[in-house]
C-alpha cells in the first residue's frame, strides 16, 4: 500500500461519488458496516454502482458523547433496557438533514410506525432521497421524534433488535422502482400491488413437473386468453388471502 498525491477530489475517488439529481439513502446507525449488505448484490447492488441511486452512512457513534462515545442511557421511570439519546441523535439528524432538499422524508424504523406497502416505496421514490433513522435497544427518545417531526415506518406487526433490515427492506422496495434500475420496467407494472391485486402464478419451463403440467393457457400463445387467465387467478388469489386489498379493488373498479 502506499500514499500518493493526487488532483481529485475525495469524493471523485469514491465508488459512488455525491452525484446531483441522484436518489440518495441517508441512514444514521450504530452498524454502519451493515450497509450496502444485500443491497450491495444484484441489481440495486449493479444500480449503486451505475450511480443510478446512492447510499450514505452516518455512524451514530461518531455523535456519542464523553470518552467512551456513549449514545444511549436508562429509560426515564424505570425499566429494562437503555434508549438512544436525544442530545446524540439530535446532531447526527441535523448533519444527515443538511443541505437536502425539501422533497427529503426523515423517517424511524419503528415497529410503532405505519406499516410498509407499496404506495408509500413510490411515494419514496418520487423524492429526492430519505433519511432513515435506525433505532436499537429501546428505541430513541421520543423528544427528537416529536422536535424533527419524523415520521415513523414499520416493517411489521413484530419487534426486531434493530431499524438496518426495516432500513434495507424499504431501500430496496424503493431503489427498485427508480428509473433505469430494473432492465424491464414493464415488470413493477404487473407485479403484486401495482393493480390493486395480488399477482398471478408464474411457471416457467420444464412443461411438466412432477406430474403437474404448466396451465394449458399460458401455452398456447393467444395473448388475449393469457392476460384474461392471469387477471382472473391475480383477482381469485387477492379475494381468498386479502379480503382488505380486495374489497378496495372491488371498491375502485366495480368488480363484483
Ligand atoms: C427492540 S426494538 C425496540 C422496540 C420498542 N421498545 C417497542 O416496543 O416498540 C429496537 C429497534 O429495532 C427497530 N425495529 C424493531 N422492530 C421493527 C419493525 N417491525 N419495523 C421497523 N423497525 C423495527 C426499531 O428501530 C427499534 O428502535
Request: negative net charge; hydrophobic residues 40%; contains cysteine.
Amino acid at each position: 500500500m502506499s500514499i500518493r498525491p493526487s488532483l481529485k477530489p475525495r469524493e471523485l475517488m469514491s465508488p459512488t461519488p455525491d452525484l446531483h439529481g441522484v436518489w440518495k439513502a441517508k441512514i444514521i446507525t450504530l452498524f454502519p458496516g451493515a450497509f450496502p449488505g444485500v443491497l450491495g448484490e444484484s441489481l440495486t447492488g449493479k444500480a449503486l454502482q451505475q450511480g443510478l441511486w446512492q447510499l450514505e452512512t452516518l455512524d451514530l457513534r461518531q455523535y456519542g458523547i464523553g470518552k467512551h462515545r456513549n449514545v444511549d442511557d436508562t429509560p426515564a421511570g424505570g425499566g429494562a433496557g437503555m434508549v438512544l439519546r436525544a442530545d446524540v441523535l439530535g446532531p447526527a439528524i441535523e448533519a444527515a438533514m443538511a443541505y437536502t432538499t425539501p422533497r427529503w422524508p426523515l423517517i424511524y424504523l419503528s415497529p410503532r410506525g405505519r406499516r410498509m406497502d407499496q404506495a408509500m416505496m413510490r411515494d419514496l421514490a418520487r423524492a429526492d432521497g430519505v433519511t432513515l433513522i435506525c433505532g436499537r435497544f429501546e428505541g430513541v427518545d421520543e423528544r427528537v421524534l416529536q422536535h424533527y417531526g419524523v415520521q415513523e415506518v414499520s416493517l411489521g406487526d413484530f419487534v426486531m433488535t434493530g431499524g438496518e433490515i426495516a432500513a434495507q427492506a424499504l431501500i430496496d422496495a424503493t431503489v427498485r422502482l427508480l428509473p433505469g434500475v430494473l432492465g424491464n420496467q414493464a415488470s413493477t407494472e404487473e407485479e403484486s400491488f401495482s393493480a390493486g391485486l395480488l399477482e398471478h402464478p408464474q411457471y416457467t419451463r420444464p412443461a411438466e413437473w412432477q406430474g403437474r403440467p404448466i396451465p394449458e393457457v399460458l401455452m398456447s400463445g393467444h395473448h388475449g386468453r393469457i392476460a384474461d387467465w392471469r387477471r382472473q387467478t391475480a383477482e381469485e388469489i387477492t379475494r381468498a388471502r386479502r379480503p382488505d386489498l380486495w374489497a378496495a379493488y372491488r371498491d375502485e373498479t366495480g368488480t363484483e
